[in-house]
Nanobody, 125 residues
Framework: DVQLVESGGGSVQAGGSLRLSCEVS????????MGWFRQAPGKEREGVGY????????SYGAAAKGRFTISRDNSEKMLYLQMNNLKTEDAGVYYC???????????????????WGRGTQVTVS
């Protein structure tokens, strides 16, 4: 099994920045694709960013608008999301996920990811 633990969430003023981290442990086979997702109350979970292993190509959901950067440290099994110029609409619970069951990574919907962290709360005032 794979365990994912997010950290780095908190309360920030609009225009501020946060860096989220996700630590991966356990059986890391099948973690080629990793992603950050977020979910606000009453809304569906949406993809924020995706990164693959090796060459580590990245992709982003439309909401990122160039403000977020996803990165991955494979040697330390860490996933990061640097969020800059945060807006109120960025608030929500942010999750990291891996183990998708589709032959693609970029833009993969939440339902195809097998493993999830418990999330870290981001609030923007």
């Amino acid at each position: 099994d794979v365990q994912l633990v997010e950290s780095g969430g908190g309360s920030v003023q609009a225009g501020g920045s946060l860096r989220l981290s996700c630590e991966v442990s356990g059986d890391t086979s099948g973690t080629y694709c990793m992603g950050w997702f977020r979910q606000a109350p009453g809304k569906e979970r949406e993809g924020v960013g995706y990164v693959e292993a090796r060459v580590r190509p990245t992709s982003y959901g439309a909401a990122a608008k160039g403000r977020f950067t996803i990165s991955r440290d494979n040697s330390e099994k860490m996933l990061y999301l640097q969020m800059n110029n945060l807006k109120t609409e960025d608030a929500g619970v942010y999750y990291c996920a891996t183990g998708e069951d589709e032959p693609f990574c970029s833009g993969a919907p939440p339902k195809v990811f097998r493993y999830w962290g418990r999330g870290t709360q981001v609030t923007v005032s």
